[in-house]
C-alpha cells in the first residue's frame, strides 16, 4: 500500500530533524548539518518540529556541537524543563488523591515515556498528563476530579463508557487531564485490559506510587496514537517509538506485540509504522517481525478502515459505503463482536453512538437522506454533457 509520506509520517526536514535528536555519532552530525541548511533558524517552525527542539538540544550537547543556535535550543530546553516540572508536581496531588481514595492507575503516553524511556522532564515537552483507570471506577474517579475543582468536557454517557476510551478535564487555571477507562480508543475490550493491567510496571510519578505500561505495550500504544491523518504531521510518535525500543530495559517482545496487533485487526498501523521506523531510521526491527506482519490476512474492511483514518479528508471517497465500512471495522474491533447474529445486533447503537444521533430515526433519516445525495449526484454527473460549465 503506497502512503503520502507528506501527510502520514515525517517530511524531508522533519526526518532530518528526527536524524539530529536521534541518532549517534556522523548520523546525528550530518543530519544537524543538512537540517539547519535547509531551514530558517530565525523563523517559526511547525508545532511537531518546534517540539523536537529541546531533545535536538541534548544530542547536540552530547556530539559537542557548537553553533549559535544552540542559545536558542537551550532557551526552549530550559523552559519545557520547568513546564514539566510544574506539570508533574501539580498532577502528583491528584494522583495522590486518587490513590488515597483507593483508585488504581496507570500514567500514559508523555508521563510514562518521561519516567521510563526519556528520564529527563526537559525533552518531551507535555500539555497534559494522561491517566488510566479501572472501567468500574471510571464514575468515582469523575466525582474525586469534580470534588477537587475540575471539569470534563461534556457529560459521560453510558453509551460513551461502552464505545469510548477517554475523556478530557480542565480546571479554572486551564491544566488539563485526560481521564482513560481503556488504554486507547482502537482496543476498548475487556480482555485487553485485563493485558494491559497485568503486564504494567509499578513507578514513581514525583513520589506518588502508580503504575506505567511495560515497553512493549507502550510501543503499540504510541504507534496506534500516531499512524493518523494529521495536517501536521504527528512526528512526536517517531521520537518516542524510537527512544522506546532503545532504551527498553526488558526488551520489546515482539511476539505479544504482533499477537496484540492481530487480535484489535491493528495490522496495517503497526505494519507501516515498523517498516518506516526501521528503513527510515534504522530502527533495530526483526526481520522475522516483519515477515510474520506481511504474512497476516488483513479484511478489506480494515484496509478500508485503515486508508480513511490515514488519508487527508480532501482524498477521501466519503461515499456511504466507506464510511459505514470503516464504522463497522471500529465496532467490531472496540467491541470484539465479530458474529454476525452479534454485528446485526449490536452495530445500529453504536452507529447512532458514533454519529451522535439522539434516536434511530434520526439515524435512518441521516442514512436516508446520504443514500438519496449520493444516488442524486451520481445521476447528475452521468447526465450532464460534456463540457458543462466550463467557462469560455
Given at each position: ?13 522533519q526526518?532530518?530533524?528526527?536524524k539530529a535528536?536521534?541518532?549517534d555519532g556522523?548520523d546525528a552530525?550530518?543530519a544537524?548539518q543538512e ?8 523563523g ?7 517540539r523536537?527542539f ?16 544552540m ?10 524543563w520547568y513546564?514539566?516540572q ?7 496531588k ?10 488504581r ?10 519516567i ?5 522532564y526537559?525533552?518531551?515537552p ?7 483507570v ?6 468515582l ?6 470534588r477537587?475543582g ?6 459521560i ?7 469510548n476510551?477517554?475523556?478530557?478535564f480542565?480546571?479554572s487555571?486551564g491544566?488539563e ?5 481503556h ?5 476498548c475490550?475487556?480482555n485487553?485490559?485485563?493485558e494491559f ?10 513520589g506518588v ?5 511495560n ?7 504510541t504507534?496506534v496514537?500516531?499512524?493518523?491523518y494529521n495536517?501536521e ?8 517509538a524510537?527512544?522506546l ?11 505479544r506485540?504482533?499477537n ?14 515498523l ?5 527510515t ?5 526483526p526481520q ?18 485503515y486508508?480513511?483514518?490515514?488519508a ?12 459505514l465500512?470503516?464504522?463497522l ?6 467491541t ?5 447474529t ?7 447503537p453504536?452507529l ?7 434516536s434511530y430515526?434520526?439515524l435512518?433519516?441521516?442514512i436516508?437522506?446520504?443514500s438519496?445525495?449520493?444516488?442524486r449526484t451520481?445521476?447528475y ?9 466550463e467557462?469560455s
Amino acid at each position: 500500500m503506497k502512503l503520502d509520506n507528506k501527510t502520514l509520517f515525517a517530511t524531508i526536514e522533519q526526518e532530518l530533524l528526527l536524524k539530529a535528536s536521534l541518532m549517534d555519532g556522523e548520523d546525528a552530525i550530518h543530519a544537524w548539518q543538512e537540517w539547519e541548511s535547509m531551514v530558517d533558524l530565525e523563523g517559526h517552525p511547525d508545532n511537531g518540529s518546534y517540539r523536537l527542539f529541546p531533545l535536538l538540544y541534548t544530542n547536540l550537547k552530547r556530539h559537542g556541537i557548537e553553533h549559535p543556535f544552540m542559545i536558542r535550543l537551550r532557551g526552549i530546553y530550559r523552559q519545557a524543563w520547568y513546564k514539566n516540572q510544574r506539570l508533574f508536581y501539580d498532577m502528583s496531588k491528584v494522583l495522590r488523591y486518587f490513590s488515597d481514595a483507593g483508585v488504581r492507575t496507570i500514567v500514559l503516553k508523555g508521563a510514562a515515556l518521561t519516567i521510563l524511556h526519556y528520564k529527563n522532564y526537559g525533552v518531551r515537552p507535555m500539555a497534559d498528563v494522561d491517566v488510566l483507570v479501572h472501567p468500574h471506577q471510571v464514575m468515582l474517579t469523575v466525582d474525586l476530579l469534580r470534588r477537587a475543582g475540575w471539569k470534563p468536557l461534556s457529560e459521560i454517557t453510558d453509551d460513551d463508557l461502552y464505545y469510548n476510551h477517554a475523556t478530557h478535564f480542565y480546571d479554572s487555571t486551564g491544566r488539563e487531564f485526560d481521564l482513560h477507562w481503556h488504554p486507547f480508543w482502537d482496543a476498548c475490550r475487556k480482555n485487553n485490559d485485563s493485558e494491559f493491567w497485568s503486564g504494567a510496571i509499578p513507578v514513581s510519578f514525583t513520589g506518588v506510587p502508580t503504575l506505567a505500561p511495560n515497553s512493549t505495550d507502550n510501543l503499540l500504544h504510541t504507534i496506534v496514537h500516531g499512524i493518523k491523518y494529521n495536517p501536521e504531521p504527528p512526528i512526536r510518535w517517531i521520537a518516542d517509538a524510537f527512544v522506546l525500543i532503545h532504551s527498553s530495559n526488558e526488551g520489546i517482545d515482539w511476539t505479544r506485540l504482533v499477537n496484540q496487533a492481530k487480535y484489535n485487526l491493528l495490522v496495517p498501523r503497526l505494519r507501516e509504522a515498523l517498516y518506516y521506523l526501521l528503513t527510515t531510521f534504522k530502527v533495530p526491527v526483526p526481520q522475522s517481525v516483519m515477515d510474520q506482519l506481511n504474512e497476516i490476512p488483513v479484511t478489506r474492511a480494515e484496509l478500508i478502515e485503515y486508508q480513511e483514518r490515514t488519508a487527508n479528508p480532501e482524498n477521501r471517497k466519503n461515499s456511504l459505503l466507506s464510511t459505514l465500512a470503516q464504522y463497522l471495522t471500529e465496532y467490531r474491533r472496540i467491541t470484539g463482536n465479530f458474529q454476525i447474529t452479534a454485528t446485526i445486533l449490536g452495530f445500529p447503537p453504536y452507529l447512532r453512538w458514533r454519529l451522535n444521533k439522539k434516536s434511530y430515526y434520526h439515524l435512518s433519516s441521516f442514512i436516508i437522506t446520504k443514500s438519496i445525495d449520493r444516488v442524486r449526484t451520481r445521476l447528475y454527473t452521468r447526465m450532464r454533457p460534456n463540457g458543462a460549465g466550463e467557462s469560455s
